[in-house]
């Protein structure tokens, strides 16, 4: 299966450290993190340590080419 898109502009969030579970597949109800809703799809969450506090802009879209974070594809249409 393919990702797909869920919603057409990144996820904005001011992360503390730690790990997170980025959903790569785009069904999570509870994005941008995994909520396990790829069960069945063949994808897995990027996971990624933030080793300090800091803004993330996660990729909505599915297509950025430096995902799980976001590159501006989704504004190139
Ligand atoms: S729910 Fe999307 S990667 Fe887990």
Redo the contacts with the bound molecule.
């Keep these: 299966m393919e990702p797909i898109s869920s919603q057409n502009s990144p996820y904005v969030v001011n992360e503390e450290p730690g790990t997170k579970?980025?959903?790569?597949?785009?069904?999570?109800e509870g994005q941008p993190y995994?909520?396990?809703?790829?069960a069945g799809?063949g994808?897995?969450?990027?996971v990624v340590k933030l080793e300090e506090a800091k803004t993330v802009a996660w990729c909505g879209c599915r297509k950025s080419g430096t995902a799980p974070y976001c590159d501006g594809t989704h504004a190139r249409g």
């Design positions: 579970a980025y959903c790569a597949c785009g069904r999570s995994c909520d396990g809703s790829h799809t994808m897995a969450p990027t």
